[in-house]
């Protein structure tokens, strides 16, 4: 499943940020929920929002880069559209959760933290996801897969990669 081919990173149009900040008071308690916007638009916040999300808000690009950082919810490098999540909790180790996670990786040509190189995908390694019964499980976008074997992880991978 790994292209070849390398696609240049989305970013945000400068009017469609401008409309995403029109709908937000313009003060810092609109910060968080306005770069949860931006992110749902790009999948990634952009440099180049920084600064304007900023002087919208009268912060500095410092004070929102801070927040940005902090919080693990934001991503600063750009996204997959199907974001991948394998889960590495104990239920999931025990039945065989780290073989699911090296046949994904094999799938998609990509390690724990990476973006395929057309951005269809990005893989993420996460400490449970809460559906311990139906281990071991993988998650696409919102969507949750149990009980994964070998099988399973291509058709599923391959459905996602049509979109």
Known sequence: MPVETTQSAPGIDPETL????????????????????????????????????????????????????????????????????????????????KKILQLVQNELGVQD?????????????VACLGACALSPVMVVNHSYYGKMNPKKIATILNQYASR
């Open 113 to 125: 933290g990476e973006t395929t190189p057309d951005y269809q995908f990005s893989l993420e390694t």
């Open 18 to 97: 401008q409309d995403l900040i029109t709908k937000f008071p313009a003060d810092q308690s609109s910060l968080i929920p306005l770069l949860q916007q931006v992110q749902e638009q790009c999948g990634y916040i952009p440099r180049e929002a920084v600064d304007t999300v900023a002087n919208a808000l009268g912060l500095f690009p410092s004070q929102v880069f801070g927040v940005i950082t902090f919080y693990s919810q934001f991503y600063t490098e750009p996204r997959g559209r199907n974001v991948v999540r394998v889960c590495r909790g104990t239920a999931c180790h025990v039945r065989g959760g």
